[in-house]
Nanobody, 122 residues
Framework: QVQLVESGGGLVQAGGSLRLSCAAS????????MGWFRQAPGKEREFVAF????????YYADSVKGRFTTSRDNANNTVYLQINSLKPEDTAVYYC???????????????WGQGTQVTVSS
């Protein structure tokens, strides 16, 4: 079992930055690839970023490439999402997921956090 808790969201002006964290419980954190997704009101959950189990590789949605960076600290069971140059269209609840079932870009993961709200004002 893995429990995930996101933090770091908030209200920020366009062009600003935030760093989201996802803290995991359990001793098997390094066994899981970790994904970030977001969901805006009335929209489906969409892929944002993914980091492999040891952090050697990262992947991003085209809409966030060059602005978002994900990383992980396996010693502290935490994955991060640094988000820069925020735009109003980045407004959403951001979720981390552990353990993709197949394609990491699809919102089918073994475990999910509760989400953290990011609101970007223009």
């Amino acid at each position: 079992q893995v429990q995930l808790v996101e933090s770091g969201g908030g209200l920020v002006q366009a062009g600003g930055s935030l760093r989201l964290s996802c803290a995991a419980s359990g001793r098997t954190f390094s066994s899981y690839g970790m994904g970030w997704f977001r969901q805006a009101p009335g929209k489906e959950r969409e892929f944002v970023a993914f980091v492999t189990r040891r952090g050697a590789s990262t992947y991003y949605a085209d809409s966030v490439k060059g602005r978002f960076t994900t990383s992980r600290d396996n010693a502290n069971n935490t994955v991060y999402l640094q988000i820069n140059s925020l735009k109003p269209e980045d407004t959403a609840v951001y979720y981390c997921g552990a353990g993709p079932k197949g394609d990491y870009r699809l919102p089918r993961y073994d475990y999910w956090g509760q989400g953290t709200q990011v609101t970007v004002s223009s």
